[in-house]
Every structure is written in C-alpha cells, then in structure tokens.
C-alpha cells in the first residue's frame, strides 16, 4: 500500500495523529476544531506559559472557552508540548507561526524556516506538511520544500511525504464566521499533496476549496487583505478629503452604502490593525519590487493608513488650541488601545502609535480598555484607570480609539470637556 493510501486510511479513521505548531490566534483554533473532530492533536509552542495552559485545560485565546479545551485534554485529544520530537508520532503536521515585517518593514519569515527545518528532522514517509502562516507567494515551494528533500534524504514530495500551503482566515471577536465554518484553501504542490490536505481538513472544516497550487494558495491570502487594505486607505482618504470640504465622511460613506450593487462600505479610522491587513500587503509588495515591479496602489494605501494616527492627533492638538489648551501637559483619555472593537488583540493597534505621537508632544496620556487591563510598549507600561467616567471627567480631551461595546457611550458623551472620536462612535448624540 503506498504512503499516500495509508494516510488516506488513517484520515478517515480518524487514527492520524495532527501536529499544530504555533499555539496562538491561529494554532490554537485549529488544534481545537482537528481534536473536536476526533483526531488526536500535538501542539508544540516555544512559549512553556501557553503548553502549560494548555495542559491544565485553560485557554488564553478569545472565542476558545476554556471549557473546550478542557474537554478535549481530558479526552486525551489535546496534549501540549515545546519538544519537536513529539513529531515522531504524527502524521501530519500544520505550520502556524507569526510571519511579523522586520525593521525596513520586509518580510520575517525566520520562524517558518526554524519551523521547516525542524519538522524536516522528524520527516518521514507518509506524513503531510502545511504551511498556513501567511507569506509572499513561492515560501511553500522555495523556502520549505527543498529543506525538507534536503534533510529528509530522498523522501520524494506527492510520492513519500505530502506539502501544501492553507491559509488562515482568522478574524478575532467574530462569532459567526469561525475555523470550522470559514472555507478553506488548498493548494499542493502535486495532485496527490492537495488529496490528502483536502481529506485531512474536510475532515474537520465545512468546506474546502481547492487551487491548482501553493503559490495560488499564497497569492490568495494576500490578495484578501490587500483588499481590505486598499479599501480601507480608501474610506480614510475620502475622511480626509471631506475633512478639507467640511463634510461628514460617515454621513457621504452611509449615503454611498444604499447603493444596492456596485459599492461595498469600509469605514474610516484611526489606521490599521491587527497582525493580518497592515502587514499582508507588504509583504505582496516586497515579492513584487524583488520582480522588478512596483505595486504603487498597494503602497499608496499603505502611506494614507499609516498616516492616520498622526492626522488623530493633529486633530486633538486643534481641539485644544480652540479651547486656548496647549498639547503639552493637557491630559488626554484615550478609550480602546485594541486595534478593534471586543478584542485585546494589540497587535499593530493604531492606538499605540497615537498614544506615542502624543508623548512625544508633552501630552499626560490615561487610557481606559475593558479588554485591555494593562500593556507594555516601547519601554512605557501603562495601566487601564479603575474608574472610566472619572477619568473621562478629569481629561482635558477624550479620544475613542476603539469602540467596543459595553460603555455608557452616551454617559462619555455628556461628561467629556472634548472629544476626538475616530470611530463616528458618538455620531448619535451629536
């Protein structure tokens, strides 16, 4: 019986053992919906805190209950560990580590490398390896398959052991479209790759849907939040734009949504956030300049949403200055340091570069996030004020940088000397 013929039978056993490396905002979903499934699952994470948690049946991850873990680690369906040679006893291993922009904001694939070359030391005959880490398009058959022909020695792909790349559509605070009901692309490298992919997360996942390769596969993830990205920098020029006419931008954007076809309603904001939508963009961008191409509409979206903190806190410094207040030593409340509403997600939070701008103009900064008690950047560490609406009280000026849901919005309203609303989120009570 050949390789893939045993891993074809052992999927739809549910006897293949499934490894997730990377046990964040990704892994830890996918760990949990493979063990719901019936499949025993490895987690492996560098971080000893999360295999603990783990291990005790607690979860750290918005949208997981504690509870379904502990079901499943009870269940003997879920072990964590930070040893990689617990790869010897599975058959199929998913990839699921940060991919982070470096300094000069070009791609950090390191941790999918370290991954790879890892897994290629336990690689062995009828074991399927996927990339869901999101990269440029070509990582899966440039970067991960020749570590694995090279140390593996001589296992052949689509023959002896199976690569594909899937990748994650994770939205963090959704409750409708979650891992299990959001369809999931797969390309392989060879025909016989993209079968047993297509089995193993058919097995655990609504729908799937096939492409005709990993760099399709790639291409299709970055062409999703590059949408987003684009459209998003869109809504925020056209801020900017009504802004120089006296316009209300949420009022023209609302106006526009009526249209029933042909237009599509992203919102203004404080800029871009999340580990996806501000990083996924350059990272098309920096495979194409290696092409000799530049992406100008990519890179212009990128300039206008990375100007937004700034254009925030020029409007508080001109909030202040009608009200005879100098930016240096007033105080500002900023509401929300999440980098969106009902999440503590920081990562690339537009807040923080707000937070920072207005440091570094002398202002006195509180915050208040009920998600976020307290948080360390840039050498600062800052805790959430224990009592929000003395805090809006006492602020000469009060800016929403996250709307979550939950707060006296109207309450905030009424009590706040000034407001800087980047989220049109008291647009009611005006």
């Known amino acids: 019986m050949s390789a893939k013929q045993q891993l074809l039978q052992k999927i739809a056993a549910r006897e293949a053992r499934v490894a997730i490396i990377g046990l964040g905002y990704v892994g830890l979903p996918l760990a949990v919906v493979f063990g719901e499934a019936g499949f025993g699952v490895t987690g492996i994470d560098i971080d000893e805190r999360k295999v603990s948690q783990l291990n005790a049946g607690a979860s750290y991850i918005e949208g997981i209950p504690s509870e379904r873990v502990a079901r499943l680690v009870d269940g003997d369906l879920l072990v964590a560990t930070s040893d990689y040679g617990a790869l010897n006893d599975c058959d199929a291993v998913s990839i699921c580590v940060p991919t982070p922009l470096g300094k000069t904001r070009s791609p950090d694939i390191s941790f999918i490398v370290q991954a790879a070359e890892k897994i290629a030391r336990h690689l062995r005959p009828g074991m399927l390896v996927t990339l869901e880490s999101t990269t440029f398009p070509g990582t899966t058959t440039e970067i991960i398959l020749p570590r694995c022909e090279r140390v593996a020695g001589g296992l052949r792909v689509g023959e002896d052991f199976f690569l594909c790349f899937s990748p994650e559509r994770v939205d963090p605070g959704r ?202 950047h840039g050498g600062m560490t800052l805790t959430s004020e224990a009592d929000l609406m003395e805090a809006v009280r006492s602020a000469d000026c009060v800016l929403i940088a996250a709307d979550h849901a939950g707060y006296d919005w109207e309450t905030i309203h009424r009590l706040a000397h000034m407001v800087v609303d980047t989220r049109a989120t008291l647009k009611s009570f005006v």
């Open 175 to 376: 409750e409708d479209w979650t891992t299990e009901n959001t369809p999931k692309v797969v390309g392989g490298v060879t025909p016989a790759c993209l079968e047993i992919a297509t089995a193993l997360y058919g097995a655990a996942i609504d729908r799937i849907v096939s492409v005709s390769s990993p760099e399709a596969a790639e291409m299709t993830k970055l062409l999703e939040n590059t949408f987003r990205a684009v459209n998003i920098g869109m809504a925020n020029e056209v801020l900017l734009i009504c802004d120089k006419l006296g316009l209300d931008a949420w009022e023209v954007i609302e106006a526009a949504a009526t249209k029933p076809f042909g237009f599509m309603k992203f919102l203004p904001g404080p800029g871009l956030g999340g580990h996806c939508i501000p990083v996924d963009p350059q990272y098309l961008s920096w495979k194409m300049r290696t092409l000799g191409y530049t992406p100008r509409f990519i890179e212009l979206a990128s300039y206008v949403n990375q100007a937004m903190p700034g254009y925030w806190v020029r409007k508080v410094q001109d909030a202040l200055n009608e009200a005879g207040k100098a930016i240096n030593g007033s105080r500002i409340l900023v509401i929300g340091v999440a980098y969106k509403r009902n999440v503590s997600d920081l990562r690339e939070a537009p807040a923080l570069d707000i937070i920072e701008l207005l440091l570094a103009r002398g202002a006195q900064i509180a915050y208040h996030d009920a998600y976020v008690p307290a948080f360390t």
